[in-house]
T-cell receptor, first 113, second 112 residues
Framework: DAGITQSPRHKVTETGTPVTLRCHQT?????MYWYRQDPGHGLRLIHY???????DKGEVSDGYSVSRSKTEDFLLTLESATSSQTSVYFC????????????FGPGTRLTVL | KNQVEQSPQSLIILEGKNCTLQ??????????LRWYKQDTGRGPVSLTI?????NTKSNGRYTATLDADTKQSSLHITASQLSDSASYIC???????????FGSGTRLSIRP
């Protein structure tokens, strides 16, 4: 599992409230990613990070912000949650060697009422 | 537009039978193609990864093929087991860190 944990694993919140999801890794990988997964869609990239304080937007970044103040932690924030952000959120890291591939966390199921 | 299309969307087979899942892509420039297995309620787990020069790779009962000319890949599962019930996701990377395109997956159900 490449030492990836996500917290919380499940969360129910109300529309308009702020929500922060945390991804933690133990292997000091440079790249970290946040995806959302919805029925009928593949995993879609929200934001990614290529180092401390270095982040960039993915294809579905509207309504989300991220921060990476330490190598091991990548935070995803929904400033004002909406029902359309109900989804399962996956964090991933990129291991660059010996093979360049991604490893995923266990996911966070978020429900916005 | 870079796309990854998988077929079928879902598949039901009997335990012990073989099956083949398909993945077609239009991603360019191509870097690598991966197949992931995702059990219900869990994150995807890598099965195989292939670069441009590789046309087949096996991982136990899973065998992936890649035809870079036609931009097609397949995942063949031999002697299926109940534990193979999962979603299988095809993922194609462009030649850059950020461009990774996921297919929508094939949901495979194995019946006893």
């Amino acid at each position: 599992d490449a030492g990836i944990t996500q917290s919380p694993r499940h969360k129910v919140t109300e529309t308009g409230t702020p929500v922060t999801l945390r991804c933690h890794q133990t292997e000091n990988h440079r790249y970290m990613y946040w995806y959302r997964q919805d029925p009928g869609h593949g995993l879609r990239l929200i934001h990614y990070s290529y180092g401390v304080k270095d982040t960039d937007k993915g294809e579905v970044s509207d309504g989300y912000s991220v921060s990476r103040s330490k190598t091991e932690d990548f935070l995803l924030t929904l400033e004002s949650a909406t029902s359309s952000q109900t989804s399962v959120y996956f964090c991933a890291i990129r291991r660059e060697s010996p093979t360049d591939e991604q490893f995923f966390g266990p996911g966070t199921r978020l429900t916005v009422l | 537009k870079n796309q990854v299309e998988q077929s079928p969307q879902s598949l039901i087979i009997l335990e012990g039978k073989n099956c083949t899942l398909q993945c077609n892509y239009t991603v360019s420039p191509f870097s690598n193609l991966r197949w992931y297995k995702q059990d219900t309620g869990r994150g995807p787990v890598s099965l195989t990864i292939m670069t441009f020069s590789e046309n087949t790779k096996s991982n136990g009962r899973y065998t992936a093929t890649l035809d870079a000319d036609t931009k097609q890949s397949s995942l063949h599962i031999t002697a299926s087991q109940l534990s193979d019930s999962a979603s299988y996701i095809c993922v194609v990377s462009e030649s850059s860190a950020s461009k990774i395109i996921f297919g929508s997956g094939t949901r495979l159900s194995i019946r006893p």
